[in-house]
């Protein structure tokens, strides 16, 4: 029993330490010793999916359930693995499972609100946060989750949606506010700063796709990167991350106050949110302020709701002038409000595909978390207003034919015929990329658009007509658009949205010229001229860190 204890602690310490293939190794010893006892499995499962090796994480959870039905985390964390899987029916059976032996398990909510989410039904995820809330109001996770999630709401304005973040900075983070120590850095505007980015997305992630051009691409005279990775695993591309910063650092595992102390430590100038709200954020770090500036954008951005980050990195369509009042940080206008570093081995821009199919195909290559049934509604009846117009969608959820079922169930019922539905599953990202050749007009999701995927739509040659937002989610498409003078495919009502759709999909030789000049118009614009927008970036870093120097607000 006393070995057992051990290696127990020992597998806590380094899975706390981010050492995932040491944890497993004690993990693995703790199931040879005593393999029917159910903890173990669940514990291994955890090391193991850490580690992205998800479906042996699986086999894990279901033997602990074998061993014991009862063991409520098997379930719930069965769901997670199903979910990181695309296998979203499955991942809701398993929460639902844990629900029903821990009904008033605040986590358990939040992860089958997560998994609701995933699968578009919107309105029950945010139920499930909301009641995970209720039992546990300081749960600053589920508070993240529903804030992610309420940006999908199409009843909500601006103004509600960061009144929530506020409230998240009320409940979870003004009392690591107080007593903010003074910071140490010197005062010396010319000297190189020292920049920290912090994110759990530097991997193969769509977020990284937003924030690689800028972390990766600063003057290394001028700026010294420093990383901090929320990470438990990494890949190529954190690679490629760490071999362009000065210092790395993996914080997954660590506290909000050991990392924050370590920033202060690390004499870091200003501090960069790349996450947002979203999944794996540390926002209650930059709520201790550990850096005398922090600012948020690219990866998720929304704004944060917390006064202790000084600004919002954006552009004037994303947040016009007579919104900004509602935000918690100062509002920082760049060329645009993402670049873009395209990828090296994307295919060249093909024909346009209707002179293959003899019809044109409208197509979404966005998450099916974006896209609610009214969404698909209304793209059957753009398809089916054009003659032998076909709809193509793609996200991994294809690969569950629950999920495939629920989707053809949905157009059906509008009258367009599966024949006329293309529906795709996983792939390479090259394959992803290729995709878009089969695409002649791209269909933006509302009320939550695209970001990367709008702009791989325009590299690879298609326009996306899209529906501008009244919150900042709803926008990102029409100022990448707008920043490629394509500000006609933006619509301002849904009747426009459709009929911009049909006279695009009628005015073929448009199609064929557009598809030939958008890879060359991105790269000319500042959304696809990383070094010139690179250059924004450190501008705007420099003139921060004078005003602070300087004792500015």
């Known amino acids: 029993m006393a070995e057992i204890e051990e290696l127990s602690r020992r597998a806590a310490a380094l899975l706390q330490a981010g050492r995932s293939a040491e944890a497993i190794e004690a993990l693995r010893a703790m199931v040879a010793r005593e393999p029917h006892v159910a903890l173990w499995q669940v514990n291994l499962g955890v090391g193991l999916k850490r580690i992205g ?26 769901g997670n693995a199903f979910r990181d899987l ?109 920049i920290g980015y912090v994110s759990a997305d530097f991997l193969g992630h769509s977020a990284a796709a937003l924030f690689a051009p800028i972390v990766m691409g600063h003057d290394p005279v001028a700026f010294e990167v420093v990383g901090y990775s929320n990470a438990p695993r990494e890949d190529d591309m954190t690679t490629q991350f760490k071999a362009r910063a000065k210092l790395w650092r993996n914080i997954s595992g660590a506290s909000d106050d050991q990392v924050a102390q370590q920033i202060r430590a690390d004499s870091i100038d200003i501090l960069v949110d790349l996450s947002g709200h979203s999944a794996g954020n540390r926002l209650l770090v930059f709520a201790r302020k550990p850096a005398p500036i922090q600012a948020t954008g690219w990866g998720h951005g929304t704004g944060t709701g917390l006064p202790t980050i000084d600004v ?72 089916k207003r054009v003659e032998g117009g076909r709809l193509l969608l793609k996200d991994r959820v294809f690969d569950d034919a629950t999920q495939r079922a629920r989707i053809l169930g949905v157009l059906a019922k509008t009258g367009l015929s599966a024949e006329r539905v293309l529906l795709l599953g996983a792939s390479s990202h090259r394959d992803h990329l290729a995709a878009y050749g089969r695409i002649d007009v791209g269909l933006d999701p509302f009320p939550h658009g695209g970001g990367v995927s709008t702009l791989e739509a325009l590299w690879m040659g298609v326009p996306v007509v899209t529906l501008i937002g009244r919150t900042i989610a709803g926008r990102f498409s029409a100022a990448m658009q707008s920043a490629i003078g394509l500000g006609d495919f933006a619509a301002g009502d849904l009747d426009r949205y459709a009929a911009i759709a049909v006279e695009a999909a009628k005015d073929r030789e448009r199609l064929v010229r557009l598809r030939a000049e958008l890879r060359s118009r991105v790269a000319a614009s500042p959304v696809g001229n990383a070094k010139r927008y690179v250059s924004a970036v450190e501008g705007a870093y420099s003139e921060l860190w004078t005003r602070w120097c300087a004792g500015l607000a």
């Open 53 to 78: 090796r998800i479906n042996e994480a699986i086999a894990c959870y279901r033997r602990a359930i074998e061993l014991d039905p009862r063991q409520v985390d098997a379930h719930d964390y069965l």
């Open 86 to 194: 695309g296998r979203l029916a499955e991942g809701i059976a398993a929460h639902r499972d844990a629900l029903a032996l821990a009904p008033r398990r605040p986590s358990v909510l939040s992860n089958l609100g997560a998994g609701l989410f995933a699968q578009g039904d919107i309105t029950e995820a945010l139920r499930h946060f909301r009641a995970a809330l209720e039992i546990k109001p300081d749960f600053a996770e589920a508070h993240s989750n529903l804030i992610f999630a309420l940006d999908f709401d199409p009843t909500l304005t601006t103004a509600q949606q960061q009144a929530e973040r506020k409230r998240w900075w009320t409940l979870h983070g003004r009392r690591h506010a107080a007593g903010i120590p003074p910071h140490a850095n010197s005062r010396e505007p010319e000297r190189p700063l020292r």
């Open 312 to 383: 919002l990195f954006t552009d004037p369509v994303i947040v016009p002038p007579e919104e900004r009042h509602l935000f918690a940080e100062r509002i920082v206008d760049l060329p645009a409000s993402l670049t873009f570093a395209p990828a090296t081995y994307a295919p060249p821009v093909g024909p346009s595909p209707f002179r293959e199919f003899g019809a044109v195909t409208f197509g979404s290559i966005n998450r099916m978390s974006k896209t609610a049934d009214d969404v698909l509604r209304l793209w059957a009846q753009i398809a």
